[in-house]
T-cell receptor, first 114, second 110 residues
Framework: DAGVTQSPTHLIKTRGQQVTLRCSPI?????VSWYQQVLGQGPQFIFQ???????GRGNFPDRFSARQFPNYSSELNVNALLLGDSALYLC?????????????FGDGTRLSIL | GQNIDQPTEMTATEGAIVQINCTYQ??????LFWYQQHAGEAPTFLSY????GLEEKGRFSSFLSRSKGYSYLLLKELQMKDSASYLC???????????FGIGTKLQVIP
């Protein structure tokens, strides 16, 4: 089975632009989470969606938004990009919204802001 | 909020055993994960603990003490390919918000 897939793999934007990142979870996984990882740090939680509903939001500004589609794929949108948004954006999926299910990560989208 | 502490770097010798510690402070604890992340790659799941005690999986073991807010990851028979960052992550609350530590960069030397 295919793992979590993310697109694009790399992206270069300039300040003030908007970006949309995409994620397809593992088949059968209904929960999708988004993380931001800057170099030398652990992933920081942005959003979690389950069955198309937002279940959690981290400490990120309203410029960050996301949604989940009926096929459980997800998009992360970031508006008014800042230099500090340069990071690896990771998507993770899990089977159910229960505590003992590990999250499986995609390879991420590396976003560079110039 | 949650606070997770783990050493930033460790060095160990090929064939040896290394223990990576993680301490955390959180309310509504709902499980602790360990992930391995090689440079430039995505994190991969290693282990999960929600009850006190030791979970063993091949060369990797993970221990949890909820009362002490403490976990460790034990790697045995170290191999060069074990050189990576090891992320401690805590889940708390009623949903899957998972808070990661900074990661411990392990270097295995010959």
């Amino acid at each position: 089975d295919a793992g979590v897939t993310q697109s694009p793999t790399h992206l270069i934007k300039t300040r003030g632009q908007q970006v949309t990142l995409r994620c397809s979870p593992i088949s059968g996984h209904k929960s999708v989470s988004w993380y931001q990882q800057v170099l030398g740090q652990g992933p920081q939680f942005i959003f979690q969606y389950y069955e198309k509903e937002e279940r959690g939001r981290g400490n990120f500004p309203d410029r960050f938004s996301a949604r989940q589609f009926p096929n459980y794929s997800s998009e992360l949108n970031v508006n008014a990009l800042l230099l500090g948004d340069s990071a690896l954006y990771l998507c993770a999926s899990s089977r159910e919204d229960t505590h003992n299910q590990p999250q499986h990560f995609g390879d991420g989208t590396r976003l560079s802001i110039l | 909020g949650q606070n997770i502490d783990q050493p930033t770097e460790m060095t160990a010798t090929e064939g040896a055993i290394v223990q990576i510690n993680c301490t955390y402070q959180t309310s509504g604890f709902n499980g602790l994960f360990w992930y391995q992340q090689h440079a430039g790659e995505a994190p991969t799941f290693l282990s999960y603990n929600v009850l006190d005690g030791l979970e063993e999986k091949g060369r990797f073991s993970s221990f949890l003490s909820r009362s002490k807010g403490y976990s460790y990851l034990l790697l045995k028979e170290l191999q060069m390919k074990d050189s990576a960052s090891y992320l401690c992550a805590v889940r708390a609350g009623g949903y899957q918000k998972v808070t990661f530590g900074i990661g411990t960069k392990l270097q295995v030397i010959p």
